[in-house]
Nanobody, 118 residues
Framework: QVQLVESGGGLVQAGGSLRLSCTASGSISRINTMGWYRQAPGKQRDLVASITSGGSTNIADTVKGRFTISRDNAKNTVDLQMNSLKPEDTGVYYC????????????WGQGTQVTVSS
């Protein structure tokens, strides 16, 4: 089992910045992809950004140029730097980890609220 602890959410005005952090612990070997998903009220959970163990990133078009994902493999952390925030970025942000290659397991954090006021 992998446990994920998130931090860094909060309330910010449009145009502001926030940084989300997620730390993985437990059975953390063979973690492949780490990332962040977002779920707005009444909507599905969508990928915001992900990063592989090798450093390849996948960034949603809606946040490209504003959000940056980074990872520290030694510390088992993944961060999401969010700049130029917009009200539509509001939602619950979930840390996600994918582990394994043949047998794949996926883990989720408890979620952290990000609210961007206009």
């Amino acid at each position: 089992q992998v446990q994920l602890v998130e931090s860094g959410g909060g309330l910010v005005q449009a145009g502001g910045s926030l940084r989300l952090s997620c730390t993985a612990s437990g059975s953390i070997s063979r973690i492949n992809t780490m990332g962040w998903y977002r779920q707005a009220p009444g909507k599905q959970r969508d990928l915001v950004a992900s990063i592989t163990s090798g450093g390849s990133t996948n960034i949603a078009d809606t946040v490209k140029g504003r959000f940056t994902i980074s990872r520290d493999n030694a510390k088992n952390t993944v961060d999401l730097q969010m700049n130029s925030l917009k009200p539509e970025d509001t939602g619950v942000y979930y840390c996600n980890v994918v582990q394994g290659s043949i047998i794949v397991r996926q883990y989720w954090g408890q979620g952290t609220q990000v609210t961007v006021s206009s």
